[in-house]
């Protein structure tokens, strides 16, 4: 779906430099998401944000922070990769109320060497 | 918090076959029910979803159903074809939110 896009796209960095993920979305909605995937584990639910003020922590956050810097715009950072943070990461966006549905972005492929 | 658990991880059938993917969930307030494609390199697609006041929805040759009582709902594709093959995830809902707590995936793979 070519109204949430993830930049970039694919991403190599070394322990312990902070990076930077950001996802865009021009489908009006106002919640979003940031998963990760891993072989074997699905995915799972780093952070979510219902709207610009709202800010919260998923399943494992640990290691990660967010900021919704507008309704359209929603960054993933690690603050200091490490390797088991290597993953398939997926930003997605949904409506508030009843149609819950979420939309993917393309994913973001990381390595931490 | 939810906990969903997705079988089998690897399921592979003879093209024109059916296919069942089978999901349970913990937390019976669960009242919402997607499940999503996902391609080869591609991202997750919703293809079809369920939610806790249906028993069975059907589009097509997918279909879901759910069974309330023992937590559990089906994923069921007929007449399967090669570009049926790619991973399969359910997930669940709690009302409370808008969290989707999804399951570990099914690899489907349909052989010509």
């Known amino acids: 779906d070519a109204d949430v896009t993830q930049t970039p796209r694919n991403r190599i960095t070394k322990t312990g430099k902070r990076i930077m993920l950001e996802c865009s979305q021009t489908k009006g909605h106002d919640r979003m998401y940031w998963y990760r995937q891993d072989p074997g584990l699905g995915l799972r639910l780093i952070y979510y944000?219902?709207?610009?003020?709202?800010?919260n922590k998923g399943e494992i956050s640990d290691g990660y922070s967010v900021s919704r810097q507008a309704q359209a715009k929603f960054s993933l950072s690690l603050e200091s990769a490490i390797p088991n943070q290597t993953a398939l990461y997926f930003c997605a966006t949904s409506e508030s109320g009843w149609r819950e549905t979420q939309y993917f972005g393309p994913g973001t492929r990381l390595l931490v060497l | 918090g939810e906990n969903v658990e997705q079988h089998p991880s690897t399921l592979s059938v003879q093209e024109g076959d059916s296919a069942v993917i089978k999901c349970t969930y913990s937390d019976s307030a669960s009242n919402y029910f997607p499940w999503y494609k996902q391609e080869l390199g591609k991202r997750p697609q919703l293809i079809i979803d369920?939610?806790?006041?249906?028993g069975e929805k059907k589009d097509q040759r997918i279909a879901v159903t759910l069974n309330k009582t023992a937590k559990h709902f089906s994923l069921h594709i007929t007449e399967t074809q090669p570009e049926d093959s790619a991973v399969y995830f359910c997930?669940?809902?709690?009302?409370?939110?808008?969290?989707?707590?999804f399951g570990t995936g099914t690899s489907l793979t349909v052989i010509p």
């Open positions: 369920i939610r806790s006041n249906v």
């Open positions: 997930a669940a809902s709690l009302p409370t939110g808008n969290q989707f707590y």
């Open positions: 944000s219902f709207d610009v003020k709202d800010i």
